[in-house]
């Protein structure tokens, strides 16, 4: 088959969609189709000679911010319009395609759960209505509106619109409530994350967590809990140090540890106020999140939106056990209270802060809850992930292969 793939940018040298993608077409590649990728930018590309990438020109008004969006979306269809190809699979903030692979989730759904993080009504409108007037926001729903508005039958962006391939069943749901998706139209496989070819040997584990815990200033009886993540204020680090402030004093051996952006004034001041400066590691960047779970004893990660969160993923598979929001598509991996714990919302900070503590207190427990956590870790496997997207795709079967009957059947229902 030839098939296309569109995102405004690929590669392991801009984020984890955007690596998935390249290798989402090497899987395509090794089953036998003709795959061409549609991008804006690439980078830290390692392709097969046979997977074609076409950098699409947006012209003067691509060069406008607030129109980069909407420019690429109309240059990839014309592309895929044009090149005759049995399947188009979209990623991201596009319309002229089969199937949509919504790892960035449903925008509205966006919206709705970013404005949880204010807690004062009147900021909350106003964030709304900043969305609402915002060029590119409206740009976003235009795309949407391409997509999802009802065009032509039987084409991309027509009455049915894409096949969407949800990475949970929390953003499955907004693309039903939102779009008006049909459930037989859905499919939900959760986002995977590269695995070593060889787990780490205990002596290497050993030797990350002393390095790591060096470098956080942590003492051999200090209990860690992870929060690791670029936007502080989406992924929850506010309730998460007022959570932190409330065990910590009964707790002298808890310590957060923060990573990821290095923008940490404002939530230093909080934690400041709140009396937990000397209680907070505040590391930055890492370049091998390995290190950092490794060195740390949970995770705690209080998002206020993620569609599916790899650090979940990671974090499980270091053996972490994991406490989340129910705004967290990945929490739908856990257990609750088997290998972590999914709290309604994170303002929740006396249940938040209750979890934590009550891993902080229980080292059987939280042995436990690693064991657990580790115990699967081949589910998150990225391949895995890739080959259950394929099986998901209509009319394929999980090695890439096109099932004849399944795509006879779907003919006969258009």
Same mark, same amino acid.
């Given at each position: 088959?030839?098939?296309?793939?569109?995102?405004?940018?690929?590669?392991?040298?801009?984020?984890?969609?955007?690596?998935?993608?390249?290798?989402?077409?090497?899987?395509?590649?090794?089953?036998?189709?003709?795959?061409?990728?549609?991008?804006?930018?690439?980078?830290?590309?390692?392709?097969?000679?046979?997977?074609?990438?076409?950098?699409?020109?947006?012209?003067?008004?691509?060069?406008?911010?607030?129109?980069?969006?909407?420019?690429?979306?109309?240059?990839?269809?014309?592309?895929?319009?044009?090149?005759?190809?049995?399947?188009?699979?979209?990623?991201?903030?596009?319309?002229?395609?089969?199937?949509?692979?919504?790892?960035?989730?449903?925008?509205?759904?966006?919206?709705?759960? %970013?404005?949880?993080?204010?807690?004062?009504?009147?900021?909350?409108?106003?964030?709304?209505?900043?969305?609402?007037?915002?060029?590119?926001?409206?740009?976003?729903?235009?795309?949407?509106?391409? =997509?999802?508005?009802? %065009?032509?039958?039987?084409?991309?962006?027509?009455?049915?619109?894409?096949?969407?391939?949800?990475?949970?069943?929390?953003?499955?749901?907004?693309?039903?409530?939102?779009?008006?998706?049909?459930?037989?139209?859905?499919?939900?496989?959760?986002?995977?994350?590269?695995? /070593?070819?060889?787990? /780490?040997? /205990? @002596?290497?584990?050993?030797?990350?967590?002393?390095?790591?815990?060096?470098?956080?200033?942590?003492?051999?009886?200090?209990?860690?809990?992870?929060?690791? @993540?670029? %936007?502080?204020?989406?992924?929850?680090?506010? /309730?998460?140090?007022?959570?932190?402030?409330?065990?910590?004093?009964?707790?002298?051996?808890?310590?957060?540890?923060?990573?990821?952006?290095?923008?940490?004034?404002?939530?230093?001041?909080?934690?400041?106020?709140?009396?937990?400066?000397?209680?907070?590691?505040?590391?930055?960047?890492?370049?091998?999140?390995?290190?950092?779970?490794?060195?740390?004893?949970?995770?705690?990660?209080?998002?206020?939106?993620?569609?599916?969160?790899?650090?979940?993923?990671?974090?499980?598979? @270091?053996?972490?056990?994991?406490?989340?929001?129910?705004?967290?598509?990945?929490?739908?991996?856990?257990?609750?209270?088997?290998?972590?714990?999914?709290?309604?919302?994170?303002?929740?900070?006396?249940?938040?802060?209750?979890?934590? =503590?009550?891993?902080?207190?229980?080292?059987?427990?939280?042995?436990?809850?690693?064991?657990?956590?580790?115990?699967?870790?081949?589910?998150?496997?990225?391949?895995?992930?890739?080959?259950?997207?394929?099986?998901?795709?209509?009319?394929?079967?999980? =090695?890439?292969?096109?099932?004849?009957?399944?795509?006879?059947?779907?003919?006969? =229902?258009?």
């Amino acid at each position: 088959m030839k098939i296309a793939l569109t995102i405004e940018k690929v590669g392991s040298g801009f984020g984890g969609a955007e690596n998935t993608v390249a290798m989402f077409a090497r899987v395509m590649h090794d089953a036998g189709h003709a795959v061409t990728i549609f991008a804006r930018k690439a980078g830290g590309l390692d392709l097969p000679a046979g997977v074609r990438v076409e950098l699409l020109p947006l012209g003067p008004l691509g060069r406008v911010r607030w129109l980069r969006a909407v420019r690429f979306a109309q240059e990839a269809a014309k592309a895929v319009r044009a090149g005759g190809f049995d399947l188009t699979i979209g990623f991201n903030k596009t319309y002229a395609q089969d199937v949509l692979i919504a790892v960035a989730g449903a925008h509205p759904g966006t919206l709705e759960y %970013n404005r949880a993080r204010f807690r004062s009504p009147l900021r909350r409108e106003l964030w709304s209505l900043g969305k609402r007037l915002n060029p590119t926001q409206i740009g976003y729903r235009w795309i949407d509106r391409q =997509a999802f508005g009802g %065009n032509r039958p039987g084409e991309p962006g027509g009455e049915a619109g894409p096949f969407v391939i949800a990475p949970s069943a929390m953003v499955a749901e907004h693309f039903q409530r939102f779009h008006g998706v049909p459930a037989d139209r859905i499919a939900v496989v959760p986002n995977g994350i590269r695995l /070593p070819d060889q787990p /780490p040997t /205990p @002596a290497e584990t050993a030797e990350r967590r002393a390095r790591f815990r060096q470098r956080a200033g942590l003492t051999e009886g200090d209990v860690a809990a992870l929060f690791i @993540a670029w %936007n502080y204020a989406l992924k929850g680090l506010e /309730p998460l140090l007022e959570a932190f402030a409330k065990l910590a004093p009964s707790r002298p051996t808890a310590v957060l540890v923060v990573c990821g952006s290095p923008k940490t004034q404002r939530y230093e001041a909080l934690a400041e106020r709140l009396g937990i400066a000397d209680r907070v590691r505040w590391i930055g960047p890492v370049s091998d999140p390995r290190e950092a779970y490794a060195g740390c004893d949970l995770l705690a990660f209080p998002t206020f939106y993620d569609p599916g969160a790899l650090v979940v993923a990671e974090a499980q598979v @270091a053996g972490l056990p994991v406490v989340t929001t129910k705004q967290n598509g990945a929490g739908e991996l856990l257990t609750e209270g088997v290998d972590g714990f999914v709290i309604d919302s994170p303002w929740a900070t006396a249940d938040l802060a209750d979890r934590i =503590a009550r891993l902080i207190d229980d080292p059987a427990l939280r042995r436990r809850m690693s064991d657990a956590a580790a115990a699967d870790a081949e589910r998150h496997d990225l391949k895995r992930r890739l080959r259950e997207t394929l099986a998901a795709l209509p009319g394929f079967d999980a =090695a890439g292969d096109r099932d004849e009957a399944s795509e006879e059947s779907n003919r006969r =229902a258009a």
